[in-house]
């Protein structure tokens, strides 16, 4: 890796460098001249091409700098001979050492996590081998959903989250349940970020959303959009075909737009559906960021119901463009929305609960644009993502100071 020259405040980023998430985050930075801020690309992960910060990655092939340059090794370029045999294996240990390299030669005064598995927990292996304690500030963000919320019940990775909050420095959460979920994991309270409750993106541009948004959802095509249709820990889509077969008298005529199904077994139960329901269906695969926000922009309903879950940044985004959501009941979003002011509540699990919500969001045109109306002041009070800038280039320049 070469050195640089000059000695401004350097700030490592580790995380899955393919992720919209990461980008969003430390794109935050964006403007910050007088700071050096750089990402290594956790778990072999390359980031896209479109994103301007330095981003460093050991490839699957060759280690890399994702603009097509060999990452840095003792100041020399580095191509593993035999990489394709090598590889085969299980590379953990190949990883760790280019981080450990990495660390020591950058020397970064911050070091930021985002993500525990697998960011924080590559940190915590290679915690001492580079020295980190009083040599750099450790912060780590923990994502919502099962990440904290279930792992930390799971025995194989209940002690790799100990370790971390109790080597950390500073903690930062996008609900208030994963802080007190940490406490209760280890984490002295004196950790937890003066940030508080801020999405792992960083949050929405809400003027920009506000202007692309179409009209209250009263008037607009009557078209429900169902972001998460595939199966996960988190959430189950099952339920949601069978609630969709049982309303679908009651909401129809309305197109039903399905994103994310990549998954086969999906796929078969999706075409049980009755023919008339499927010729309103449309489904997706992987679109980009900007069609899921125009379609929200059109759409009169966010279905996105879940079984754990922070506060999705897919909720913010549909608040802001005044599309109505049915989320579930789950103990981070009880504390944030409320049943007929800015939502309904349906549980995953339970398809008749799904279907009266849909069949109450396609009906009731004062309800979806009452919400609309109060929506908007939510987004902006906890994840108008300018406010937000502001405030994590102070918590970044506090910490360096």
Known sequence: MKKRPHKKPKILFVALANSSHTHAWINLLRGQEDLD???????????????????????????????????????????????????????????????????????????????????????????????????????????GGPELALNRLFPGKADKIKAVLEQCDIFIADNVQNYDYAVESGLRSSKVSELGVIPGTGGVDIEELS???????SERERIIVWPKAYECP????????????????????????????????????????????KKSCQTHERIPRESLLELMGRSRVLLIPSLTDGIPNTLYEGMAL????????????????ESEKNVLFARNLY?????????????????VDNAARNNIALVDKIANRRANKKKVEKFYRNLLD
Not at 77 to 101: F, H, M, P, Q, Y
Not at 250 to 262: D, Q, V
């Open 211 to 217: 202007r692309a948004a179409g009209p209250f959802p």
């Open 234 to 277: 988190a959430s189950k889509a099952l339920p949601v075909f069978e609630a969709l077969k049982m309303c679908w008298d009651k909401i129809r005529p309305c197109k039903i737009h399905m994103t994310a199904i990549t998954q086969e077994e999906i796929f078969m139960w999706y075409h049980t559906l009755p023919a008339d329901l």
């Open 351 to 367: 398809p008749q609960e799904i279907a009266d919500s849909l069949t109450r969001a396609m009906s009731d045109d004062s309800l």
């Open 37 to 143: 801020v750089c990402l290594f690309g956790i778990d072999y992960s390359l980031e896209p091409g479109s994103f301007t910060f330095p981003t460093y990655s050991l490839s699957k092939s060759w280690p890399r700098l994702s603009a097509g340059k060999f990452i840095y090794f003792n100041n020399k370029r580095l191509l593993l001979k035999g990489a394709s045999k090598v590889l085969k294996g299980n590379i953990s240990w190949l990883e760790d050492a280019w981080l450990v390299k990495f660390i020591n030669q950058w020397k970064p005064d911050i070091i930021h996590t985002l993500g525990l598995d697998p960011a924080a927990f590559a940190i915590q292996r290679v915690y001492s081998r580079c020295k980190l304690k009083n040599k750099c500030t450790w912060v780590v963000t923990a994502r």
């Open 322 to 337: 005044n599309a109505f959501p049915i989320v579930s009941p789950i103990e981070t979003l009880e504390n944030f929305v």
